[in-house]
Nanobody
Framework: QVQLVESGGGLVQAGGSLKLSCVASETIIKMDAMGWYRQAPGKQRELVALMGIGSRTNYADSVKGRFTISRDNAKNMVYLQMNSLRPEDTALYYC???????????????WGQGTQVTVSS
């Protein structure tokens, strides 16, 4: 069972920056994708940024040009650099890792506990 632990959240003023980190208990090389999701109060969890095979990235439209996902395979870490933060970015941010289980034809998802990001106006 892969464990993911996020860090780096906090309180920041609008326009500021934060860098989230996620460390995995096992090598992330075997992950088919690593990503960041967020959930604001009263809202569904949504994809923020995803890095798949070949380091292909995908971002939510609302964060394009402001957030950047990256990974360090040697350290088993994934990062989310967040710039030009807005109050609407306030949410609990979760790290996610996905591995496709070919034996059972399904995705296995691993989640961290989340780190809170609060952006004040």
């Amino acid at each position: 069972q892969v464990q993911l632990v996020e860090s780096g959240g906090g309180l920041v003023q609008a326009g500021g920056s934060l860098k989230l980190s996620c460390v995995a208990s096992e090598t992330i090389i075997k992950m088919d994708a690593m990503g960041w999701y967020r959930q604001a109060p009263g809202k569904q969890r949504e994809l923020v940024a995803l890095m798949g095979i070949g380091s292909r990235t995908n971002y939510a439209d609302s964060v394009k040009g402001r957030f950047t996902i990256s990974r360090d395979n040697a350290k088993n870490m994934v990062y989310l650099q967040m710039n030009s933060l807005r109050p609407e970015d306030t949410a609990l941010y979760y790290c996610n890792g996905r591995v496709y289980d070919y034996d059972n034809s399904r995705w296995n998802d691993y989640w961290g506990q989340g780190t809170q990001v609060t952006v004040s106006s």
